[in-house]
């Protein structure tokens, strides 16, 4: 059983998932697309920012609520969506979307992930956002809405940066696929981190519930790059988008957007929020980063849309930066999947240790609402 009290970082946390995962299986999930630059400035990016603190302010109780889409959440954070999750643990959405519920905080079910989208509205007693990836069958998709709609989950993210599978090289040089095929290199792996290899086999054949007998996509043996080009729809524009706003009655925002004036024209067709994200650089290598994108979206969409920011957050600070830059609320991804592996107990580990250190980072900023958090906040060079 893993030490969680020594893990007082996400970054302890990712070396405790590298301790305990099999290395091409860290390596999926810790790495990025080529060159990985796009990887290397989502954190360089948040390291740039520098911030002006004001001392006399009365910060004995930080405020870390933020409203967004009719709901009032206790702090600024949600759990991005994210597939393929049960590599690190068996039923990890279950276990990062528990953890998230138990903070009150919105976990975001991928369309890719191993739980049906009505499982986990029956396990999980929290504010749950679906991501759909549009394919190209319009019916699919609005069957997939219809059941997310059904099953109560608030608020549809669309993402729209996987036209095409990023060419992502650590995977290619470990054999990687989803499904997993196993190969000699992998067992070999595997006898290395016995921990993980009884918990994996003891999880049984990972499912893509979702997608089951869509086309073959769950079932075929095809990796996800196969699927990617094969079904999902990487014709898709506004109109498409439009389309998906008819039918969904809920708050829909659009993941993937990093250029102002397209997040100012999805807002026109017909969307209530931007993820201003970069698929966590994974997918375009050389994209900007986020939190560098997100003061001209922000300027573009104006005060009231609500943007959310993904790709790179590892701290509590990079939160607060993130708020000053535009943010409604910022989310993570690898955060969660690092604690998962160990289970339930690591994941609340890691929101515990980001939620503390937004409210400490507040405390010593002399910010203590996190709604009044603004541009002023940073320092000149970085505005």
Known sequence: MARLDRVISVEDARALARRTLPKSIFEFI???AVDELTLADNRSGFNRLRLVPRMMTDVSAPDLTMAIDGRTLPAPLAIA??????LAYPQADLAIARA??????????STMSTTAIEDMARAVDGPLWFQLYPFRDYDFNFDLMRRAAGAGFETLVVTVDLKAAG???RDARNAMSIPLRLTVRHLMEGMSRPGWAMRF????KPDFANVRGYAGAADSGLTIAARAARDLDSAMTFDGIRRLRDAWKGPLHVKGVLDAAEAKALVEAGADGIWVSNHGGRQLDSAVASIDALPAIRAAVGPDVPLVIDSGVRRGMDIIKARAAGATI???GRAAIYGVTAGEAGVG???DILLDEIRNGMMLAG????RGIGADLLAPAAR
């Open 201 to 204: 086999l003891a999880g049984g």
């Open 81 to 86: 969506p994210m597939g393929s999750c049960m």
């Open 330 to 332: 910022s989310a993570v």
């Open 167 to 169: 060419k992502r090289e």
């Open 100 to 109: 998230a519920a138990a903070r009150g905080l919105p976990y975001t079910l």
């Open 30 to 32: 810790d790495g990025g």
């Open 367 to 370: 910010t203590p609402d996190y």
């Open 349 to 351: 580990r890691v929101l």
